[in-house]
């Protein structure tokens, strides 16, 4: 159950006649009055004698009681209160009471015979009700009504679980604002699937990816098609901003322009600053190489350099500082909004998805340390540099590889958060792995069948060597592994990892051992893209020639003298030290 606390207004007969208009809205039906101050008010949704000019005037009296000095400019407040999809349709009678306990909480009419403020309730959807009132007391004093969002948030909790409603994970005050009920509406009158605000703060989260000044930062706002307004000191210094869409237009017929900081509490610019400050500042060694990298080289090399970074942030989630992990994990939605920005078709909404719901959880009040995830806002430049990927050949199978890190990347984040009691961040982050698991599939199916195919044609004789080889270095998982359909991928990798020198089973038992595997779906898969990443293989083997009877022959007699191919051993060997 969300109760949405709206900014003060100033006119209350207006918000009443949108709260009683049917014929503009498709959820405004049957419009009538649940509960009141005095439980007698006029309603002019079932009473034909009752006007809202009688409403109006009703709640109004107090306020025009006072002195025309003393009456509050905005003295109207309002919140709605609607309950999830998938709870049980209210009666009236339950509303009633839910709209009660929310005046008493936040300080508008708390009972007890403590002056209150006057109040109704109206009902004119199954899923929802409005509070509107008037911000002076009985007596013509000010409520005390200080942060009563976070009082209706609290009580609400109570509410659900009293009720047996789906029970929203508490929020710490760090969630971006919800758009209105009057923003909703204005996207639905125009036909857009988000509102203003909501559409705004996904550009701006995309064009911050991996952005490192103010000017690449308003130059990806302009590219986007936003309108910008600048705020500067008098000595010329920029100080903010606001962004509109070109087609959202008040009644005057001007854009509406919305600050960064009220899209959400880091888009502020001088919060936005902070990470490509960060990006100035010393990291430690073994991860400066990664983070100054000077360019992409191509959707899929930005994709397979993501999936490094990514699998190094993974570590520094799970052991490494709070100031730092929160760090990571900012930079982890930084690297979701890239990916989706430039993901192929097939992919594109889940990604997106992925993206809009992690965003909740890259926030926490575990204030992030800046520099040490130099390395993901490098991946989250190189995704925008390369390009849009195409959605086969290398292209499609490094985005696969990648996506397979983050749902790992995300998840921890999702354990992160929940060992530190933030529930609607853990969430959110379950969410996008859920999300991520969907693109995965998608973007998975056409690399892996071909690994699985030139699994099932490798030779009995090779597919029992890989099934011992499997054995001794994986023993508690090679039952599982076997039985799964990405075993044949997985051999076929083995294969072409032997072919080209890699000392197999110290592979394999390395990347089996950095990370638990119990959340993955398959781990033959997991252990595919891990092994293809370290051992520098093509992520798409579909333009490779099968191994030949005396390439097998050959790599056999290397690994089992212990000798390799010049060279290729040395660069898995130390692809494994920087992956650790």
């Known amino acids: 159950m969300i109760p949405s606390v709206n900014p003060s207004g100033s006119d209350t007969r207006g918000l009443l006649y949108y709260l009683y208009e049917t014929g503009k809205y498709e959820d405004h039906t049957d419009p009538h009055l649940v509960a009141s101050f005095d439980g007698m008010s006029p309603d002019p949704g079932r009473d034909p004698s009752a006007t809202l000019t009688d409403l109006q005037q009703l709640l109004d009296q107090p306020v025009m009681a006072l002195a025309k000095h003393a009456r509050p400019a905005k003295h109207v407040w309002h919140t709605s209160v609607r309950a999830d999809p998938g709870d049980r349709i209210l ?68 509410i659900e679980k009293e009720l047996g409603l789906h029970q929203v994970a508490p929020g710490d005050g760090t969630a971006a604002q919800r758009p209105t009920s009057a923003e909703r509406h204005k996207a639905e009158r125009q036909g857009r699937e988000r509102t203003a605000r909501e559409e705004l703060r996904e550009t701006v989260r995309r064009a911050v990816a991996g952005a490192r000044s103010d000017e690449e ?27 509109a869409l070109p087609d959202d237009l008040n009644k005057d017929g001007e854009p509406v322009f919305y600050p960064g900081a009220r899209l959400a509490p880091d888009l502020s610019l001088p919060r936005i600053r902070e990470r490509w400050a960060g990006d100035a500042q010393d990291v430690p060694a073994a991860r400066r190489e990664d983070a100054t990298r000077t360019g992409p080289g191509g959707p899929a090399a930005a ?14 989630v799970e052991h490494g500082e709070d100031a730092v992990a929160a760090a990571h994990i900012a930079a982890a939605g930084e690297v979701l909004d890239a990916l ?27 204030r992030a340390v ?36 983050l749902f790992f990347l995300i998840t921890a984040a999702a354990h992160w958060h929940a060992r530190k009691g933030h529930a609607q961040q853990a969430e959110a982050a379950t969410r996008a792995a859920a999300h991520l ?12 069948g071909v690994l699985y195919q030139r699994g099932r044609r490798l030779s009995r004789p090779m597919l029992q060597r890989q099934t011992v ?112």
């Open 91 to 158: 009666s009236d009678e339950e509303w009633a009471d839910i709209a009660r306990r929310i005046v008493a909480a936040t300080g508008i009419d708390p009972g007890d015979g403590q002056p209150g403020c006057r109040w109704a309730a109206v009902r004119h959807a199954d899923d929802h009700i409005h509070i509107v009132a008037t911000l002076v007391t009985e007596d013509g004093h000010r409520p005390d009504d200080f942060r009563s969002g976070a009082r209706a948030q609290a009580e609400a909790r109570l």
């Open 217 to 243: 930062f308003f130059d990806r706002l302009a590219a986007a098609g936003l309108l910008i307004r600048k705020r500067a000191a008098p000595s010329g210094d920029l100080l903010g901003y606001k962004v």
């Open 303 to 316: 994709r397979r350099g993501t999936a490094s970074a990514v699998w190094q942030a993974v570590l520094v």
């Open 340 to 366: 989706a920005k430039t993901s192929a078709a097939h992919t594109r909404r889940e990604l997106r998805d992925a993206a809009t719901a992690f965003e909740r959880a890259s926030r926490s009040h575990v």
């Open 370 to 405: 800046r520099g040490h995830d130099r390395a993901l806002r490098q991946a989250a430049r190189d995704l925008v540099q390369g390009g849009p990927a195409l959605g086969r050949g290398e292209d499609g199978a490094a985005t696969a590889m990648t996506i397979d890190m």
């Open 437 to 448: 698991r969907t693109a995965y599939q998608a973007a998975a199916a056409q690399p892996l």
């Open 469 to 580: 080889l499997l054995r001794e270095a994986l023993p508690e998982l090679a039952e599982q592994i076997l039985a799964e359909p990405g075993w044949y991928a997985l051999a076929a990798t083995l294969a072409e990892a032997e072919a080209a020198g890699h000392d197999t089973p110290v592979l394999l038992s390395d990347v089996a051992g950095r990370r638990e595997l119990g959340t993955a779906d398959s781990v033959s898969d997991v252990l595919v893209w891990r092994m293809r990443r370290t051992a520098d293989l093509p992520a798409d083997a579909s333009h490779l020639p099968e191994t030949s009877t005396a390439g097998r022959r050959s790599a056999t007699r290397g690994t089992t003298t212990g000798r390799s191919a010049p060279g290729r051993q040395r660069s898995g060997e130390d692809t494994s030290r920087k992956a650790r």
